[in-house]
């Protein structure tokens, strides 16, 4: 195969020589503080033992179109993690995973799903879809049959990074959705900022009036899950509750079954 930019070629070498990894970040339950599923995150080692950044390289993936043979390497190592951790500890995990413009319209996106959940033997009701706004509106008509689709073989979505996109409520009616992930930036200042206050309790409100679940991101402060728990939030993310870890890591966190509960940065 030939490829059309040095970058193209890296990652394709780079998954070829199996270097990209799987973090997995709990998911928790609001009300009770359980860990109810996880979000996979792909990792790429470098040389020099750092990171490389998810946002610089997930967006050379998606311009170079290798993001679809990654999502799919992604959607397969993850599904079959989390259904060990399901056999292992005899319950029900949640896997959320995130898709790009590029895979969410791709022609074999529904195959490749179905091919890797039947392959793993994994629940499709335990399985969502994270989507931001803009790859969501990016050809809404498209997107929403392509969503529907999802939806018919009983996999749930979720809005992602919510707020920073477009926001289009004519929209946001009419996408078969099931959770709106609030973003990171307006949770970072509360209890501070009065507007980050209001935007959030409106940005809940709203969704619960649409019948959808909340998830918030970035919760990194006990002050800020209170807040957000007394508001109705059902589900959240963030450092307070543990960082994305490798498999082995997480692991031990789920078989505690506490959250480890981490200094922010
Ligand atoms: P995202 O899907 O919104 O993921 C949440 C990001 O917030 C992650 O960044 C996570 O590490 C970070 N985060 C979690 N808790 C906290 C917190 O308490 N404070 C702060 N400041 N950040 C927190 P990460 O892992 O760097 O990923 C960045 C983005 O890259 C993701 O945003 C997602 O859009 C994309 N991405 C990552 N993995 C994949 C993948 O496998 N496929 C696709 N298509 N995109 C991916
Ligand atoms: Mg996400
Ligand atoms: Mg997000």
Known sequence: MSYRTPMHQRLANALSYNEFRIFYQPVIDLPT???VG???LCRWPQRDSTFAAPETFITQAETSGF???LGDWVLKNA?????????AFSRDINLAVNLSARQFLHYNLMKSIEEAIAKANFSPKLLEFEITESVAMHNAEDSIGIMRQVKSRGMSLALDDFGTGYSSLAYLKRFPIDKLKIDKTFVRDIPDDANDLAIVNAIIAMAHALGLAVQAE???TVAQAEFLRECGCEYA???LFGRPLPADEFELMLASQTPAILAPN
């Open 33 to 35: 503080g359980n860990i």
């Open 38 to 40: 996880v979000e996979a």
């Open 67 to 69: 993001i679809v043979q």
């Open 79 to 87: 599904l079959e993690q989390v259904r060990k951790w399901q056999k």
């Open 218 to 220: 970035g919760v990194e």
């Open 237 to 239: 993310q963030g450092y």
